[in-house]
């Protein structure tokens, strides 16, 4: 991603004529590397988020929409932000020249000392990306990242130290750089060495992409080596590149690289002439290219990480319920021995009067069985026959006993098993903040996870996570729940006595509703509906899946039931192969 010097010059620009003049309101820090500012704007009136990332791999700030979903605790740096700056007012947006540190001037009324002054400093620096609060003696009162021994860096970052920027990589940048300059750069390097490598080592705040955006519009190959530059194609590369840096960045609108599905994948301040321009896309401005790239990169990668760590959660649940269900089967096999016991119990008294003291065994002809077959009964020879009998029937009673409770038990233990299976479906579906948040809740509600310091849900002014929503193509309504408790809404609150129902059969999925206004719903609608059912449980992918169907009003959800798990009856099945075309027509790919 090229956040680099040039798109930072144009990022400022934006952030200074939305920001300027606003004041902080509220700070939170959703997570260790992301702050975010919720600002009020007087004129025009407008509340306003800014968010300062300073993820390794994407480091990063603009205004995003979202409200951020937070910890109970806040992190002691997000405190300290409170404490300083909230309530202050953004004066303006600084950068220094072709460097990637974005500079925050806040004005703060202090009762005891008057209007104060203190800069954020963010330096946008990949692995090294720091967020750093500087009070107006140039000292730093704290940093989101301490480094209190960092030689690398050539400075000490902890409180009470003097800020320094970080040290530069090279002399020169685009606005002080001058032809001889750069033909002494070319001409005192390796001949075998590549001249974009000279570009991006001897002058700063060239980006990889934006060294190779100057090449292409100097019409120069980026493998070309020192030995092959002629001093006419020196003197067209500064050209270009005093060209390009004198252009204003993002100024007419900004543009995304988009992958062959047509998602973006890079943002770019300028027209790229090294890209195909058929996957370019032009978009209003670099806060939009950032939010479509970068942000959306970055919440991708939040989902993926936390959807690993919940799915690992769930499956050594899983795997605990299995070996409680493998013991339950074993026990259940020896209390079927039941009816064996009651036999032998039986057959002693029947014969008992064939029995000498101290035998140890009895056989005798099975009467039950047609054949009569031969049975062997042990005995206690220290007991009578009757109490030898009375031991067997003691036995079965228990036996008996322990077969219905052992049932109970592997019944409730299978319905664990099926109820892990629907959390591991939902974390498939996951496509925001708010559901990782309910389902989150939902698995401290079943004693998954601890509480801890997990994230509070956002104040929405009654406002609740919606399920999502699919229009047919005649034009029906078609609600898919994405998790557990997103199903019981939707099944048993949202939907009306005769919508209509729709749930892959015995496997688990999303509650799929109908609207049907009590109208009956074409065969073609019922079919759109049995594939978003398909495509949002574990049959996803197969084939000849059964998908069961029944009006609202044939739900019930037992006392006590997990959520997510109904009962119903009076319903029919559709036994259908998913339909790729369908699932497109609903922007969903199929697997």
Partial sequence: MPFDALSIAGLKKELTDDLANSRIVKIYQPHHDTIIFEVFHPFPRRELRLLISVHPQFFRTHLVDEKPVNPLQPPAFCMLLRKYLQGGRILRVEQPPWERIIIFQIEVYEPDHGLTNFSLIFEAMGRPSNLLLVNGEGKILDAIKRFPDAPEQGREIMPGQPYTFPPTPASFHPGTLTLSALERMVRFSPASRKISTVLSKEVFGLSRSLVEEILTRAGVSSVLTVAEVTDDLIRLIYEKLIALAKERPGQSGAYLYLDPAGVPQDYFPYQPQHLPAERLQLVPDLNSAIVATLHQQSERAVRQQKTQQLKSIVKKAMQKATRKRDKQRQELAGAEEAD????????????????????????????????????????????????????????????????????????????????????????????????????????????????????????????????????????????????????????????????????????????????????????????EAANLAIYFSKARGSTKVAVDYTEKKHLRKPSGARPGFLLYDHYQTLIIDPDPEILARFGLDAP
């Fill in 340 to 527: 064996t016991y009651r036999l032998y119990g039986e057959l002693i008294l029947v014969y008992a009067g064939t029995i000498k003291p101290g035998q140890s065994q009895l056989v005798v002809a099975n009467y039950y069985d047609s054949q009569n077959a031969p049975v062997t009964i042990p005995l206690d020879p220290a007991l009578t026959p009757n109490a030898n009998s009375q031991l067997y029937y003691r036995k079965y009673n228990k036996a008996k006993k322990g077969q219905t409770k052992i049932r109970a038990q592997l019944d409730r233990t299978q319905r664990e098993l099926e109820y892990y299976a629907s959390l591991e479906n939902a974390l498939e579906h996951v496509s925001s903040p708010a559901d990782f948040l309910e389902i989150e809740t939902e698995m401290v509600e079943a004693g998954l996870l601890k509480m801890g310091n997990r994230p509070k849900p956002p104040r929405t002014k009654g406002m609740k996570n919606q399920p999502s929503r699919f229009i047919s193509g005649e034009g029906w309504e078609i609600l898919v729940g994405r998790n557990n408790k997103q199903n019981d809404e939707l099944s048993m609150r949202t939907a009306a006595p005769h919508d209509l129902w729709l749930h892959t059969q015995k496997i688990p999925g999303s509650h799929v509703i109908i609207r049907t206004q009590g109208n009956p719903v074409p065969p073609t609608v019922l079919l």
